[in-house]
Antibody, heavy 120, light 106 residues
């Protein structure tokens, strides 16, 4: 059974970098059939797809246009996890952040969610 | 970007009622439409994939249908534990998008 365990700070100052990690058990970040995704949820934006990383003989990334200049999603094969970095955050980035596994084009496994508040 | 519009936004129902939630896509997405249930303070949970395919462990009272731009989630004989927000999600193209959610209150 696949499980995703999120970790990272719940409070980030404006203009700083939001960093979260998603540890994978029961699957491999290097899977040839899964994609490892970050999604956030806020009252103003609802559920918002941020991006994903996946391995198909080489590593690929896709990012949402709204955050493309500020986001980085990276795999860590040594720890079987993947991370989210979002630079230059503002209060508008305040949200619950989820990691999820995309398999067969849907999200059948989610992390527990991390509330990240951007505030000084 | 494909926009998904759900209706209604809110539905107040009694146990054993039948609930119908619709999701309309701004362009044709074939059967690349999935449904999730999110209970208070929990992560979303996959209910139906590819418009109508059932998920192991999900009660059979949940069913889905549709193709192209119009999709439906039906909850037959609603139970108290079904109080939640329901979301549709499309995987036809990037960026992946979600509907705004339908809150079902019992």
């Amino acid at each position: 059974q696949v499980q995703l365990q999120q970790s990272g700070p719940g409070l980030v100052k404006p203009s700083q970098t939001l960093s979260l990690t998603c540890a994978i058990s029961g699957d491999s970040v290097s899977s040839n059939i899964a994609a490892w995704t970050w999604i956030r949820q806020s009252p103003s934006r609802g559920l918002e797809w941020l991006g994903r990383t996946y391995y198909r003989s080489q590593w690929y990334n896709d990012y949402a246009v709204s955050v493309k200049s500020r986001i980085s999603i990276n795999p860590d094969t040594s720890k079987n996890q993947f991370s989210l970095q979002l630079n230059s955050v503002t209060p508008d980035d305040t949200a619950v952040y989820y990691c999820a596994r995309e398999l067969g084009n849907c999200y059948e496994c989610w992390g527990q969610g991390t509330l990240v508040t951007v505030s000084s | 970007e494909i926009v998904l519009t759900q209706s209604p936004d809110f539905q107040s129902v009694t146990p054993k009622e039948k609930v119908t939630i619709t999701c309309r896509a701004s362009q044709s997405i074939g059967s690349s439409l999935h449904w999730y249930q999110q209970k208070r303070d929990q992560s979303p949970k996959l209910l139906i994939k590819h418009a109508s395919q059932s998920i192991s462990g999900v009660p059979s009272r949940f069913s889905g249908s549709g193709y192209g731009t119009d999709f439906t989630l039906i909850i037959n004989s609603l139970e108290v534990e079904d109080a939640a927000v329901y979301y549709c999600h499309q995987s036809n193209s990037l960026p992946r998008t979600f509907g705004q959610g339908t809150k079902v209150e019992i």
